[in-house]
């Protein structure tokens, strides 16, 4: 063979011939490149389940078809009305069922009785008479079976679950057997007609009084359509006609566009594809495929697409995967302990048990949460050791810091006091250890505000709003007096040891602010009215000062905007418009009511920050120790963070440590509740109060001894009760419905098993989750 793929003919001819040789083989074609593993978490399936169940992957247990057969008890509900229609039917037909024992007939010394006067009555007779009662039967019948039965659940589930068009053509075809049976001699079929237009003749004969009517064609057409269109109506409504009508007139009118492309797999970004953005596809296919792309990278593009960032073909063209990255310069977590799934914001927290309680589509499904669902905001109850944090705020914690990294939230976690910190600081944008003096950061206790009013409303919640001795207005108020007049003179709000120096009322102090403001005619106003309450019964400005002088030890020196610029003060203002990691670590043990007085100031600052403005990210705040949180006010914040975009997680210890009053109000504030083992049964009495009842069905069964009267009868009871050593019994079953607790003080204190909780969940959208069991080690 020559280079050129031709062989030569050696033979007796002068000049050989070529011949060719047959196409030339190519090189195999190479495969389709492997799908990366980002690739492969893009494009598994996430269907659309019940609130709290993992959707990565998720798949309906076996035995669980919502979409699937009929139910059984659908089935028996269509069938014994069926069946005995036609039995009474046929009994009717045959005259089994004498008239007098009907509720349909008025009697008369004449027959039946349908108008006219008491001197002259009108009555049916004869064959009028047996039509229209065979009419009035029918129709009864027809009506029972429709309103006892499950006929109407049997069409929807048939036709009204059929996209379009078989689900018209579906109820076309339903239609024309129910008119076949209606009009049998039109479709040329041998059986009976049902008995619904010779009643409606016979009746208008009667009242009438002739058959002059049916003498006119427009009349009797016009009945004829009158019942086609009874009988044509409710499966027009079941088959949607009109709207299915209206839908193609409406595609006509539009130009066909061209017929869609194969579907592509989600790794391939068809959603940009389809929007003409084919380059920025093309290149995000080509990280995706390359692994230059994590989930976060993914989830961080999606969210940009999706909130319709500008610039956004030009910014995914010159930056490629680290496209709208992170302020933090971070596309991800140095470690993950929990499984997550950023496409949908859930983390994994555990497994669904496949308890009686639990629904079958929850089998062994996992349990996850959310954004949507952490919005109603979340309580945790569970005693030291439950596993509150490792399990659940360690997790979620760590889920809120992946999805600030791509944009979509804002995290503030409060560690405990004395306890491990609620993940790694490199997880973290900003890290205030208050009293370490290591700190780089600081937090403002007046988060920012430049309003006076606003400032001492912060204060006061997080000074007195555990106080039933002062009331949180009475406080605000007071510490508005000074803060006011403060600023005004000194463009600043004072210092806590200034300002605990003005609540006692030191007369240097005052003097000094009185002096500063007195060409301040409205502050000065302001002061002497605070000056004239000092040291008066009642007087809120001693409480308040007592509480400063907890946050004014040695070990605070330097915090709080005291001592100098040494360290950089914090705003939790920024969490409301930066996708900020931000983690409080409250000071070590021996200072636990400044630690309770700490976290009050961040859930009070936290409340007053995320209602500024619209924001587009989620903002969450975990609190790792609620106690002694919980207030009055909080409660009434806490109910508006859902239309703010927001929420808060709470973890108690015990019930007890929110005051009894408030029970009630914390329970009902939060959607989404939490119980762990080992609480005690007063704990689980305040979760079974909430969760409520639900109807169940139980069966008791009894045995009643039987007594013979025949002596064989006894004779054989005898040697039975001889050889089985029981006596003959006969069993009285009992099935009723009952009104139970879902999950009783008892249960929830002795049958959760170590490492599970009992957990209810509420969405956003108002969708509610039944309490199961869920087991946090699977």
Partial sequence: MDSDGTHDVRGTHADPVPRPAGPPKLPPRPAAPPVSAVGSWLNEPRPAAKPGIWRFGYRLPKGARPDGRLAPVTVVGMLVPLVVALVLWSLWRRGSLPYQFTLLRLFTPDGWWWGGTIASPKTMEGAEARVVYDGVFFAVLLYAMGRLGSWPDALRHFVGRRPQPARALLALLCALAALSFVFPDAFGVGWDALPVVDPLFSLIVLISGSYELFASVLFTDSLYAVVTALVVWPFAKAGDWWGYTKERLTARKVPAAAAPAAARPPAEWPELREAGQYEAAELLTAEVAAERMNDVDCARVRRAWTVGLPDFRETVLRQGAAAWTHPSGARDL????ARHDLLTGQVRIGRWVAAERTPLTHHDAGAALGPDLLATSLLAVGPS???KTRTLLEPLTEALALQALTGGCAVVAVSSPGGPPLGADSSFDVVVRIGDPSSVYDLDPYAESEDPDEAAAILAEALAGDLDTVSAQGAATALAQLLGPYRAAHDRFPALPELRELLEGEPEALGALRAAVAGDEVMRRELEARIRQTGTPG??????????????????????????????????????HHPLRVRVDLPERGHEEAARLITRLVLAQFHTVVREGRRDHFACLVLDDATGTVTAGSMRRIQRLRSQNAGVVLALRTVADVPEALHGPLYGAVGCRMAFSGITTWDGSRFAQTWGTEWVETTEVAKHTVFADQPMTRAIHALRKLVTGKAVTTDAVTVRQVERERWSASQLAHEVPPGHAVLSLTSVDGEHGPPLLVDLRG
Avoid: E, I, K, Q
């Avoid at 140095?334 to 302990?337: D, K, L, S």
């Avoid at 040695?554 to 203002?573: C, E, Q, T």
């Fill in 334 to 337: 140095p470690r993950r302990t």
């Fill in 385 to 387: 050791g439950s596993g």
């Fill in 539 to 576: 007087d809120p400005g001693r409480v308040l000062a007592d509480r400063l002088a907890l946050l004014n030890r040695p070990v605070f020196d330097g915090f709080f905007g005291v001592g100098g610029d040494s360290h950089r003060a914090f705003s939790l203002r920024a969490v409301a």
